[in-house]
């Protein structure tokens, strides 16, 4: 299947806000979970904040209160603020079949998208 589509991605200092949007519009938000993940450099892609069908989320500490995910027709938003140098990396939507999502989040079966870089400065 066709990777997803990021977008939004750039550069910002410390303390500023970014979107990030990917091109959902081949998945129902009512058969499909949508999130949002990332990988800071040199380690392990993380989970940020996952769609469930149900329309609930659930996001990870280090972003709560912070990030927004949110969804308008065919595209998914991750809104970004106080954004600080711990957020800097690559960002991934990802899509799966509520039967293969787990805890609000893909799980198997995924549809990855290609990433979209944010970096932070201090």
């Known amino acids: 299947q066709e990777p997803l589509v990021e977008s939004g991605g750039g550069s910002v200092q410390a303390g500023g806000s970014l979107r990030l949007s990917c091109v959902v519009s081949?998945?129902?938000?009512?058969?499909?979970?949508m999130a949002w993940f990332r990988q800071p450099p040199g380690k392990e892609r993380e989970r940020v904040v996952g769609?469930?069908?149900?329309?609930s989320t659930v996001y990870a500490d280090a972003v709560k209160g912070r990030f927004t995910i949110s969804r308008d027709d065919g595209t998914l938003y991750l809104h970004m603020n106080s954004l600080s140098p711990e957020d800097t990396a690559t960002y991934y939507c990802?899509?799966?079949?509520?039967?293969?999502?787990?805890?609000?989040?893909?799980?198997?079966?995924?549809?990855w998208g290609r990433g979209t870089q944010v970096t932070v400065s201090s």
């Open positions: 990802a899509v799966s079949y509520y039967t293969y999502c787990r805890g609000g989040y893909p799980a198997t079966n995924v549809n």
């Open positions: 769609l469930a069908i149900s329309g």
């Open positions: 081949r998945y129902s938000s009512n058969t499909y979970c």
